[in-house]
């Protein structure tokens, strides 16, 4: 069964702290993502890696970085949070080249809330 | 213009009712087309997907793709309230490096 794992659920922040949101998964996939979703906004993404220690950036990319030392874990860090930041962070993955075979997708964790005060 | 469009909704049904769900695109590389099923403050689930054109039934669901028209479809019969969701559409290229969403179609199915 396929898991991708996110370090909380919730998260309460204070504007100019560091944030660090961890995401681990398990299918030895090579692609892994960090969106956000607002509503009205859908899902929007911030940085892509597609392989350790290379990251791409995404849609929106600023007040954001992110780390990728090891294959399944890849990290979504807040340098200084601010309240604009406030959001759903979805973390996902999935293998680099699609074929078509069956489970060649992209899989998504349960989420990440955060609220920046 | 948006790569994908959704309808937003939000979209209610009796129970029992056959669902319909769309979305466009403009970029003819999509060959993957997926259908995320996300319940309220929960991450996306992964409900079907396709490769290339055609349909493809699980259960209660059919997902079709037509590319000529660039326009996908998730059908869903005899719904139940447990189906009350939002409902993502993605697409990708075969590459895998980008994927590209709906912003969502809120459903509530009533009992």
């Known amino acids: 069964d396929v898991k991708v794992t996110q370090s909380s659920r919730y998260l309460v922040k204070r504007t100019g702290e560091k944030v660090f949101l961890e995401c681990v998964q398990d299918m030895d996939h090579e692609n892994m993502f960090w969106y956000r979703q607002d509503p009205g906004l859908g899902l929007r993404l911030i940085y892509f890696?597609?392989?350790?220690?290379?990251?791409e950036k995404g849609d929106i990319p600023e007040g954001y970085s992110v780390s990728r030392e090891k294959k399944e874990r890849f990290s979504l860090i807040l340098e200084s949070a601010s309240t604009n930041q406030t959001s759903m962070y979805l973390c996902?993955?999935?293998?680099?080249?699609?074929?078509?075979?069956?489970?060649?997708?992209?899989?998504f964790g349960p989420g990440t809330r955060l609220l920046v005060l | 213009q948006k790569e994908v469009e959704q309808d937003p909704g939000p979209l209610s049904v009796p129970e029992g009712a056959i669902v319909s769900l769309n979305c466009t695109y403009s970029n003819s590389a999509f060959q993957y087309f997926m259908w995320y099923r996300q319940y309220s403050r929960k991450g996306p689930e992964l409900l079907m997907y396709t490769y290339s054109s055609g349909n493809k039934e699980d259960g209660r669901f059919t997902a079709q793709v037509d590319k000529s028209s660039k326009y996908i479809s998730l059908f869903i019969r005899d719904s139940q309230p447990s189906d009350s969701a939002t409902y993502l559409c993605?697409?990708?290229?075969?590459?895998?490096?980008?994927?590209?969403f709906g912003t969502g179609t809120s459903l509530t199915v009533i009992p």
């Open positions: 996902a993955s999935s293998t680099l080249i699609l074929r078509g075979t069956p489970g060649e997708t992209q899989y």
């Open positions: 993605a697409m990708s290229d075969d590459t895998g490096n980008q994927f590209y």
């Open positions: 890696s597609y392989d350790v220690k290379m990251k």
